[in-house]
């Protein structure tokens, strides 16, 4: 389509058209690599903390011994939430959705510390370090109060994610189960500008607060589109039941043109690095506390998929494993993507003080596609067949 000095190319949903500069994230889909700022995901998720992670993310570079121990102390010291939004939390209906309790939760910290000083480092430092911080906080304490009960205060004695496994099951939880889930945050906390990221970008191109930022993001993950694959890829096995079924199904879904959930990415046309290592994280939690008969129906799911579906570039992705995970650590399947926004929003953050640094409003122009040169007409001579 031509627009007087140029032509106009329409790519639905921005596919393959760049947007930004980063250099936050990189992704190799074919060969299929993964790092954060330089680091492999494989190295990262061996050898650092999810803490460790969103510090290299969000400022650029891995943190001295010092900065470490400030920074995770500083997180801890904010964990807790201000009981005028807790409060608020249990005015949310028990029966609505965990993502869009964390949403409004998320909205709801700018009330309490948003100046939209962002040109002061030590607000920009504040405001990350308290979304790390009460995320994790927020949701475990709606899915206690959405059970009629009262949230449980974070402990200064536990680590990051054994706090969360805490506040979330009121146990505390086994030390390889909370490094698990550690390295499960690392997998997903960043992976380039994914739906709710450009969102979060977009959103921090206005310079608004950090905690709307987040807020839309989170609005965002929550489209089934974008969040919950995992979920449906237990209802999936579920369906399948039984690892001697799993052909059929497969065979079933591809003649029929059916997705197959936790399988297939956009970036990806190999196995997904991260869906590599959350298998290995799953053989470890069943070497640990037993074993899920449904990681067997996935394993061969993924068999049968490595002829039907590998010629094609479809393989497993992120989704596929980690709701078994998951549901190992004692996480309620609706919890699971705003799990994910836990570990999402040191990426989210990444990309608000990367969008700072550069800042241009995002103003994407459009087709036209509407009616032209319409004559006004009076209300009493309208008819219904003048708009058909």
């Not at 190295?43 to 995770?72: C, K, M, N, R, V």
């Not at 005015?91 to 000083?117: E, I, K, N, V, W």
Request: include cysteine.
């Amino acid at each position: 389509m031509s627009n007087g000095a140029h032509e106009i190319i329409f790519r639905p949903g921005l596919e393959g058209v760049p947007v930004t500069h980063s250099a936050i994230c990189d992704i190799d889909g074919l060969n299929g690599h993964l790092s954060y700022r330089g680091y492999s995901i494989e190295d990262l998720a061996a050898h650092s903390t999810f803490l460790e992670t969103a510090y290299l993310l969000i400022w650029g570079e891995l943190p001295t011994e010092e900065q470490l121990h400030d920074f995770e102390a500083e997180v801890q010291r904010h964990r807790r939430v201000s009981f005028r939004v807790r409060d608020m939390m249990k005015c949310f209906p028990a029966t609505g959705h965990p993502m869009d309790a964390l949403q409004s939760s998320a909205a709801s910290l700018g009330l309490f510390y948003s100046r939209r000083a962002i040109d002061r480092p030590k607000y920009v430092y504040d405001a990350v370090i308290r979304l790390i911080a009460k995320i994790p906080t927020m949701v475990a304490a709606f899915q206690l109060i959405r059970k009629g009960q009262d949230p449980i205060q974070p402990r200064d004695d536990l680590a990051y994610s054994a706090n969360f496994l805490y506040m979330l099951t009121e146990r505390e939880p086994d030390p390889i189960a909370a490094r698990i889930f550690d390295r499960c945050l690392i997998l997903h906390a960043e992976h380039s500008l994914n739906a709710s990221t450009f969102s979060a970008r977009v959103t921090a191109s206005t310079l608004t607060d950090p905690y709307a930022v987040v807020a839309s993001a989170v609005g965002t993950l929550a489209g089934p589109l974008h969040g919950g694959a995992n979920e449906d890829v237990l209802a999936m096995l579920e369906e399948i039941s039984s690892p001697d079924q799993a052909a059929a199904y497969l065979k079933k879904a591809v003649e029929n043109k059916q997705k197959i959930m936790g399988f297939g990415h956009r970036e990806y046309r190999v196995k997904d690095p991260r869906a590599s290592i959350l298998q290995g994280l799953a053989e470890e939690m069943f070497a640990r506390f037993g074993r899920d008969d449904m990681y067997d129906v996935a394993t061969a799911l993924e068999r049968e998929a490595s002829s039907l579906l590998a010629v094609k570039g479809i393989y497993p992705n992120v989704d596929f494993y980690s709701g078994l995970v998951y549901r190992k650590l004692g996480i309620p399947r609706d919890l699971f993507t705003p799990v994910f926004a836990i570990s999402r929003v040191a990426g989210w953050l990444a990309h608000w003080r990367e969008q700072l640094g550069a800042n241009r409003i995002f103003r994407p122009s459009q087709i036209y596609t509407g009616k032209v040169t319409r004559a006004w007409c009076p209300v009493e001579e309208r008819t219904l067949e003048m708009d058909a």
